[in-house]
């Protein structure tokens, strides 16, 4: 999808998604490209690969990215996450997606994940890595909350099903809101 986006507006990926999304939401702290001086803020992250844990490879990945992209490849903070997911929710104040996008997303799901869990909640989610980082959010149709997971660890198995559990969790709790 983000590479027919790129060919039909003719410009790059990396160039249309910084310029509609990561401006806008003022995401400053969130890059396809690691910047050097960025560097030492960023966990270090780690790959396991059978019983082997890696973290040489993480360090190595960092250095080029262009080959991730559009699949992802992004390195970001929770607040700036928070910021994205508020935007998807309809309830950034900044808005880069119209009423009726927005309520696409939260009914079918383009770019999203959604999960009936009938009485219980309907969830949206991303999940996301790059090698040697597990990243994945969720927020509940109804009430708005969101829950937010960034792990430096891969590979990215055992993670999504937290943010349900979270969730679950919240919706239990009335009138409460994190």
Known sequence: ???????????????????????PLKM??????????????LATGTMKEGYEQYKDIPIIEQKG????????GVYSTPNDYAKFMQ???????????????????????????????HNDFVLIGVEGSNVGYTTAFSFDRETNNGVILMRN?????????????FLDQLSKTKEKKY
């Open 87 to 117: 935007a998807l929710m309809g309830r950034s104040a900044i808005k880069i997606l119209s009423d009726d996008n927005c309520k696409i997303i939260k009914t079918i799901g383009i770019g999203v994940r959604v999960v009936d869990f």
């Open 153 to 165: 660890y891969y590979p990215e198995y055992g993670y999504r099903d937290f943010t349900k559990d």
């Open 1 to 23: 999808m983000g590479l027919a986006i790129s060919r039909a507006v003719g410009k790059p990926f990396m160039e249309l998604v910084q310029k509609n999304i990561f401006e």
């Open 28 to 41: 400053n702290s969130t890059f396809f490209i690691l910047p050097n001086d960025k560097r030492s803020r």
């Open 65 to 72: 990215r262009g080959y991730k992209v559009p699949v992802g």
